[in-house]
Each structure stands twice: as C-alpha cells, then as structure tokens.
C-alpha cells in the first residue's frame, strides 16, 4: 500500500475528529472546514490550495515528497465507495494498466476518505476528449466532461465518473 503514513493520519487523527465534532456539537451534517483546518496543520504546503467541493464531495489538495495528491471527503460513506468501486470495476474490465493510463489512480480508501491522484485543471484538447470519452463509453462510464478531465504531465486522464447503471 502506497501512502500509509497519510493512510494513518486519516484513520487516527482525521476520521475521529469528524464522530467527535459531530457528536460535541451535536451536527448531523459534515463539518468540511474544520476538517481543512485540521489538514492545513498537517500539510503546512497546501494552505495556499483552495479546496473544491462538489455536491457530494470536498477535495483536499495536499502534497506528499513527489507528487501532488488529492484527499476527497464524501458526505457519507457511499459517496466515495461509488468512485473507488467505479475504479476497481475499470480496473478489471480494462485491465490496471489501461485504467491507470486512462482514470486517475486511486491509492486507497477508508471510511469518508479517499485518496487520489491530482493533475492540473487546464483546457482539453477535443481529440483528447473524445479518445477519453471513447474509452469512458467502451467500459460503461458516464459524465466524462472537462471538468472531470486533468492533465497528468503529458497526459490527459479522466478524475471522476460515474458508471451507467444496466
């Protein structure tokens, strides 16, 4: 497993400040800034990183020796298991392989937390958009947009999608 010492600042340090935060303040919602205040102690590097958030998950843009990673926050625990499950399902229909060339890796997952990872937001080429829409429709993904779209050196690679339901 790659990462385990972010892996271990998550599951020890991350995932109970979330149950206790809930639990003190009495919040059924997730507490998404603190979280980030939490992560911006621990990544000193990122403070300048600004966080997004979608309708079903915040990412936490951090940065580990080599590259830059991202750490996405679900609202519950469904929302990240659909994308890791998406992977993992890619993965043995394509072959690791050719997902990772194609889908951003994803390293692991636990618990609201996943970690994956992070390219530069830019324009994409529309050959590079319709090859990854191409390959997202041959192995039954869906929302292959620009904005699901990164580049990863000199590599345009799909960040998130869903898979079509049968």
């Given at each position: 497993?790659?990462?385990?010492?972010?892996?271990?600042?998550?599951?020890?340090?991350?995932?109970?400040?979330?149950?206790?935060?809930?639990?003190?303040?009495?919040?059924?919602?997730?507490?998404?800034?603190?979280?980030?205040?939490?992560?911006?102690?621990?990544?000193?590097?990122?403070?300048?990183?600004?966080?997004?958030?979608?309708?079903?998950?915040?990412?936490?843009?951090?940065?580990?020796?080599?590259r830059?990673?991202?750490?996405?926050?679900?609202?519950?625990?469904?929302?990240?298991?659909?994308?890791?499950?998406?992977?993992?399902?890619?993965?043995?229909?394509?072959?690791?392989r050719?997902?990772?060339?194609?889908?951003?890796?994803?390293?692991?997952?636990?618990?609201?937390?996943?970690?994956?990872?992070?390219?530069?937001?830019?324009i994409?080429?529309?050959k590079?958009?319709?090859?990854?829409?191409?390959?997202?429709?041959?192995?039954?993904?869906?929302?292959i947009?620009?904005?699901?779209?990164?580049?990863?050196?000199?590599?345009?690679?799909?960040?998130?999608?869903?898979?079509?339901?049968?």
């Amino acid at each position: 497993m790659r990462y385990k010492k972010i892996k271990g600042l998550v599951e020890k340090v991350v995932q109970p400040s979330v149950d206790f935060i809930k639990r003190s303040r009495g919040r059924t919602t997730t507490p998404f800034k603190e979280i980030e205040a939490i992560l911006k102690i621990f990544f000193p590097r990122t403070k300048h990183e600004q966080s997004k958030s979608g309708f079903f998950k915040h990412v936490f843009i951090i940065h580990s020796s080599t590259r830059k990673l991202v750490l996405k926050m679900g609202r519950k625990r469904k929302d990240v298991r659909k994308d890791y499950v998406t992977y993992r399902q890619l993965c043995k229909r394509a072959g690791t392989r050719n997902a990772n060339r194609h889908y951003a890796k994803i390293y692991w997952r636990t618990g609201l937390f996943m970690l994956q990872k992070y390219g530069k937001q830019v324009i994409v080429p529309s050959k590079k958009k319709k090859t990854l829409s191409a390959f997202g429709k041959r192995y039954g993904l869906k929302d292959i947009r620009d904005a699901n779209i990164m580049k990863f050196g000199n590599n345009f690679k799909i960040v998130d999608a869903e898979r079509k339901k049968k």
